[in-house]
């Protein structure tokens, strides 16, 4: 069979194992926010979306309280085309109704093929959203950023980093670009939105997630979130 599919619920807070898939899994929420974690990185997933993890590669999953979904699992033949790497998909409404609509007609096999081809076509063309934290494999940036990722508001800058890390500044910045892709203020960027996507994901309102991830005033982090993510805070966890 091509496909598998499976419903999930989780009614608290779960921190799965590391754990890897023999198929390629699609999945998407229908309440909650979850973080991705993988050796590339940490991706937030909240409802909306779509997440696609390949085959074979190690992953993990925190739930950041209840969460309930659907998830999709393909053979190699069927998921050809789909990104190599685990990402979470901007997704069209349409591709979330296939998705629904192909778990409801899972006992009509050549039904399900034909909406499988659609979802795969709007899949190959679904943009990837910026919720992916990349992690760099330097112990010593590891360090950096694991403790902006914890508290995104640290105002510590580049020059205060090259410091703590006894690296020179030219070099920080070099090697933090080449193991991550982005700048050091992009990263933190990222960090902050990240951050800000899970709090709003668990009910905070707009007012406390901005100044939790280190804004200075909520309409700025309104004007950074709109253009991260494409709606304002307000809407992203509806």
């Keep these: 069979m091509p496909i598998e599919i499976r419903r999930f619920r989780h009614d608290g807070r779960f921190d799965g194992p590391i754990h890897a898939h023999g198929r390629g899994q699609l999945f998407a929420l ?69 998705l629904v609509r192909i778990a409801e007609v899972e006992a009509d096999a050549d039904r399900r093929s034909r909406l499988l081809a659609v ?11 910026p919720l992916r934290l990349p992690t ?5 940036l590891r360090r950096m950023t694991a403790t902006l990722a914890a508290d995104p508001a640290d105002p510590r800058r580049l020059d205060d980093w090259a410091a703590e890390l006894a690296l020179p500044k030219r070099t ?13 203020v992009q990263w933190r960027h990222h960090a902050r939105l990240i951050r800000a996507a899970a709090l709003l994901g668990a009910g905070g309102s707009v007012t ?26 307000g809407r992203f966890s509806e």
């Design 119 to 129: 979802l795969l076509d709007e899949l190959r063309a679904a943009p990837e959203e």
């Design 136 to 140: 760099p494999r330097d112990p010593r």
């Design 172 to 184: 920080l910045v070099r090697r933090f670009k080449a193991e991550t892709g982005l700048s050091f």
């Design 30 to 98: 229908d309440h909650g926010t979850a973080l991705i974690r993988s050796a590339a990185g940490d991706w937030i997933m909240p409802p909306g979306r779509l997440c696609w993890m390949p085959e074979g590669v190690p992953h993990g999953v925190l739930t950041l309280g209840p969460v309930a979904g659907l998830s999709l699992y393909f053979d190699a033949g069927t998921s050809a085309g789909l990104p190599d790497r685990p990402q979470v998909l901007r997704a069209p409404p349409l591709a979330l109704s296939l």
């Design 208 to 233: 406390d997630t901005a100044f939790a991830v280190g804004y200075d005033s909520v309409s700025a982090f309104i004007t950074r979130f709109r253009a991260g993510f494409g709606v304002t805070p």
